[in-house]
């Protein structure tokens, strides 16, 4: 049971040193003009990623709203909003999120949506190695009970000799 503990552990710890921060808009940043649905087409979200912004703060922002927000570029109701310039959001749920910029960019494109898909299941080899880890551990276990027994046989053996 302790090693599937720790084999849990692991497995969390790598899902979280293996999240992927999606810089919107690669090296053009959050700007007017983007195809951002383009952008987000070609990336695949998980639970535990991030999203993140990169623009000027004096003269956009980032909203979370819904999909009446997204469609008609409202901040309504927003569930969120980042006035950093360089702003980390997780993804946290598997949902479909809305982003807009809030200072009228939204008109001019600033407005993007992204699928967030749960993690995928481990492979099968993960699995394996966690069962085989199990085997191997009560083996030398069981090789190491038995070891010590004959060792404990042996002495009492000898001290009655």
């Known amino acids: 049971m302790a090693l599937s503990v720790l ?6 710890a790598a899902a979280t040193v293996n999240a992927t921060d999606h810089i919107v808009g690669a090296n053009k940043g959050w700007n007017p003009g983007i195809n951002y649905t383009l952008w987000a087409n070609n990336q695949t979200f998980y639970v ?19 999909k009446t927000g997204y469609d008609n570029c409202t901040t309504e ?18 949902q479909r999120y809305y982003f807009i910029c809030g200072t009228g960019g939204c008109f001019n494109g600033m407005k993007v949506s992204v699928v967030v898909h749960p993690l995928p299941s481990p492979p099968k080899s ?19 009970a038995m070891s010590f027994g004959f060792i404990g046989l042996t002495l009492y053996g000898s001290v009655w000799i």
């Open 7 to 12: 084999f849990f552990l692991l497995l969390a």
């Open 48 to 66: 535990g990623d991030y999203i993140s912004f990169r623009y000027q703060k004096s003269q956009y922002n980032v909203f979370l709203v819904n």
């Open 77 to 94: 109701g927003a569930l969120g909003n980042w006035t950093g310039g360089k702003d980390f959001i997780m993804l946290n749920k598997t």
């Open 126 to 144: 993960a699995i394996s190695a966690e069962h085989s880890s199990k085997k191997s551990a009560a083996s030398v276990a069981a090789r190491g």
